[in-house]
Structure formats: structure tokens, C-alpha cells
């Protein structure tokens, strides 16, 4: 039987919901590393996300122009923002590979703030998903959304560099010290992609003109 | 008649359609708010034109010049009226400029009146007339387009909540905007046509339907060859959502009809642009670079055409 075609709006959940999962994962693996018991094969798990995305983010893309609507820019908007949410999953995907061939136990001075440092990783990719799935009805909220993306950042931001000073004075092996600052910018890179992202939501939010 | 005259008027009525489809900007604002690609926008044009010519153009236009000229109005001196105003309209349109028609004609008409009838050879109180409405169409387009966005976007604002939002309104301004520009387009070339086939059909020299055929055809090709380089060009000076469009547009295509019923010879083209400049000031949006290119072809359009008139009013007698 032939399948059901799938509405834009079907797809862009799904897709959603996928990077959410994806992001939850990647956060239990980390913490699983920060606590000495993570299971590498697990981090397969993040790829597979990842292919998903990709394919519903080529779906959601094929639905878009396929729909001959009167309103391009519309449609513009939404593609930008379904692609540049693909550059999350993409980015920690990049984290998944990274962390599957680190060869070190994370150092425990490290731990405590590598924490807070996880923490703010899921909050930060969780408020831009929901800025992109409330951004369809609700502008404001949206728009504060965005506004936490920026503050979680730069909390991030600062722990990178408290986790970077650590590693540098205490960590004696150059090699852990350049693989382990490695690692942090690459979640970093996750988080700051997030600020981008929802940089560009708000400049949506403004351009469209509403109450 | 001789078929070597005969083929003079085909030929010069086939190049005035052509002309006023090629400085034909109706489609402007449907280009730049992005409803229907340049594509589409030609198909229609190509089909409006036709379906206009042939059921509206019926109505063959009084002699041109009859009320600004105080000579006798031959065959050559009409002649080297539209000629003059259709190489003027083609010489803008090369340069994407919109430009009003009737300045274009009247610039011919005095260039020629004063060329053979010298400074009493004009009625130069109507024309001052005329000239008073030229300066004033622009800033009457540019007022009434900043006061409608500023009302229209009042309106639509407290509506606008999220994209989906957004999104509803302005399709239900794009699909009113495209009916409105679609009749617009209709009217327009029953109008232009009626112009263009006047030297043909008021001198019996071919069937009605074949010179509406032609010139419908005459009105589409130019839209297409060169119309689409104006409609890009206005369509682009501000940038444009359906609903912001809509405020430009509609009014001054209102005040357009309004001034039509009135006998006021406003220019739909001036108004046009005038209104995308005062929307892109009451948007507080950027505007496009290089409108004095727009400004000085209008200026310059009564002295260039009334030259034009004069150059070609020799060959035209050759002809005749």
C-alpha cells in the first residue's frame, strides 16, 4: 500500500523530536563519561540521530518547495531554519565521533564544572528547539526563548575557560591536555552554534512585523 | 491606400503596442512581493494583454493631440507623435525605467506643435494644466502610500502573532492583491490597445480583430522582451511583503481611477514608484540604489520626446 504523504508541519515534529532525543542522549553519555562509565558503542546512538535528521530534513525540504504556496520568503525562512537546526545534530554528531575515540578518562579535577558545563549543553540546544517549534505561533515567547539561548551561552563561555585553566595548570600529559581542551571546545561549538541559531530567530521575530 | 503605406501604419502600431508593453510596470509589486516568479508574471501579462486587447480595445482613442495642438492634425504629424512616443518608451524601458506614456506624448506633441506652429502652436494653458499634475502625482502617491502602511500595518499587526500568523494574512493579501493587479492588467491593455490600433482602424486599412490580434500580440512581446526589466526593476526599489504591496498599490490605483473619472491626468507610473518610495519610508526599510536614474529620465522626458518629434517628423513626411 502506498504510504500516507506526510504534512510539512508532521515532518518538522518528527524532526524535532529527533534532535531532542539525539541531545538527551548525548547529555546521558556525558554525564555516563564524567562519571568513568560510559559505554562507546552507545555513542553510535548519536549517529544514527544524526542520519535521521538528515533524511527528514531532506524530506521537510522536498515538502517545502514542492508546495507551490504564494509566499516564498515564508518559505525561505523555514528552510533556514530547518537547516541551521541540522548544523546542531551535525555539530554533536562531530562531539558523538570525538568522544568514541578519546583515549582518557575525563580528569577529575575537571568534573565538577564539566557538570555544569553538560547541563548548560541541553538546556541551551533544548530552548532553541522549542524557540524553533513555538516561533510558528508565538513570536514573544519565542523571542525570549532566543533571549535564554544567549544567557546560557555565555554561562558556557565562562566555564569553558574556568575547565581550560584547570586542564592547562593541573594536567601535566601535553597530549591530555591538547585532546581534553579539544573536547570542551567541541561541546562549546554546540552551544555557540545554538546562540547563532537563535541569533537568527530573533532577526526573523523582527523582521516579521506583529503585535 | 498603397500596401507600402499600409505596411507603415501596421509597422508603427505594431512598435507602439510594443512599446506600452514594454514600459507596462503592473506586475511590479506582485514581482517584488515575491507571489508569482517572473515566469508566471509574463504567462499572465501575455494572456491579460491578449484577453484586454480583444475585448476591451474595441473603443478607438480620439486623435491624438486634438486638444493641445492648435495646427492641423495630419496623418504625418500623428504619426511622428507615436513614433517618437514609442521610441522614448522603448529607450527607457532599455533602461528599466518606468516612465508616464503621456508625458512621453505630450513631449512629442510639443516638440512638434512648436516645430510647425511655433510658440502659438500649442495650448500651452493645457499643458500647464497637465504639468501641474505631473508634479503632483508623485507626492500624492508618496503621501497616500506612507498614510495606508502606517493604517494597513496597524491593522494587520495586532493579528500577527507567530510565522503561521504571518503567514495566513499575507496569503489572503496575495491572492487580493493578484486578482486586483490581473483586472488592472485587463483594463490596461484594452486601454493601450485602443491607442495603438487607433491609426489603423480609423482608416479602415485592416479587420478590427486581426489589428487587436496584432496589437494584443505587439503589447504581450514587449512585456516580455523588455517589460520584465521594468517589472523587476520597480518591483524591487523597497522591499515588499503581500500586505505592504497591497498598501502601496491599491490606494494609488483608487486615486488612479478616482482621478480618471474626474478627468485629472494623473501618472500611474510616477504613483507607482513615488508609493514604494513613501512605503519604504514609512517601513523605515532600505530603499534601492540608483532612483535619480528614475527621477532624471522623468525629467528629461517632455524635452527628449519633443526632440525626438522633430527628428523623425522629416522621415515620416518622406513616407507619406
Known sequence: MKEKKRSLEEVNKEFRKRILKGVELMHQLLSDFINNRLDKNKLDGIILFEKKCDRLEEEYIELLYKKKRALPFVVEDRYKIITSLDTIIDKIELVARYLKVYPFEPPDIIKNIFKKFNELFLRAVKSLIKCSEIIENDFEEAYAQAQDVEEYRRNAYDLKFEILEIVFKEIKEPVKVYLTSKLISLIYNVISRCEEVSDYFRGLIVKYPHK | ?320
Open chain 2, 1 to 320: 491606400m498603397n500596401l507600402s503605406l499600409i505596411l507603415l501604419f501596421l509597422f508603427v502600431s505594431i512598435i507602439i503596442s510594443f512599446a506600452i508593453g514594454a514600459n507596462d510596470e503592473t506586475f511590479s509589486t506582485i514581482y517584488g512581493s515575491k507571489i508569482l516568479s517572473i515566469k508566471q508574471i509574463l504567462i499572465l501579462t501575455t494572456i491579460f494583454a491578449l484577453l484586454g486587447t480583444f475585448f476591451l480595445g474595441r473603443n478607438v482613442s480620439e486623435t491624438v493631440g486634438k486638444e493641445l495642438l492648435y495646427i492641423e492634425n495630419s496623418d504625418s504629424i500623428v504619426l511622428t507623435i507615436l513614433i517618437s512616443t514609442a521610441a522614448w518608451l522603448i529607450f527607457s524601458s532599455i533602461f528599466s525605467i518606468p516612465i508616464s506614456t503621456t508625458h512621453a506624448t505630450i513631449g512629442s506633441i510639443i516638440g512638434i506643435g512648436l516645430f510647425l506652429g511655433g510658440i502659438n502652436g500649442l495650448n500651452w494653458l493645457k499643458i500647464l494644466e497637465m504639468s501641474f499634475w505631473w508634479i503632483l502625482s508623485p507626492i500624492i502617491g508618496y503621501v497616500i502610500s506612507y498614510i495606508s502602511y502606517k493604517i494597513i500595518s496597524k491593522l494587520i499587526t495586532q493579528k500577527i502573532s507567530g510565522l503561521k500568523s504571518f503567514e495566513r494574512i499575507q496569503n489572503i493579501f496575495s491572492y487580493i492583491l493578484l486578482v486586483i493587479i490581473c483586472l488592472t492588467a485587463f483594463s490596461r491593455a484594452g486601454n493601450d490597445a485602443s491607442n495603438a490600433i487607433g491609426i489603423l482602424v480609423g482608416r479602415d486599412l485592416i479587420n478590427i480583430n486581426l489589428a487587436l490580434i496584432i496589437t494584443g500580440s505587439g503589447l504581450a512581446s514587449g512585456i516580455i522582451v523588455l517589460g520584465r526589466r521594468v517589472i523587476k526593476n520597480v518591483g524591487t526599489i523597497t522591499e515588499l511583503y503581500p500586505s505592504t504591496a497591497f498598501s502601496a498599490e491599491i490606494p494609488t490605483s483608487i486615486l488612479l481611477f478616482v482621478g480618471t473619472l474626474l478627468g485629472i491626468p494623473l501618472s500611474g507610473s510616477h504613483m507607482l514608484v513615488a508609493s514604494l518610495v513613501g512605503l519604504s519610508k514609512a517601513r523605515k526599510t532600505r530603499r534601492k540604489k540608483g532612483l535619480w536614474k528614475i527621477i532624471l529620465i522623468w525629467i528629461i522626458t517632455v524635452p527628449a520626446s519633443s526632440l525626438l518629434a522633430i527628428l523623425i517628423y522629416y522621415p515620416v513626411i518622406y513616407f507619406l
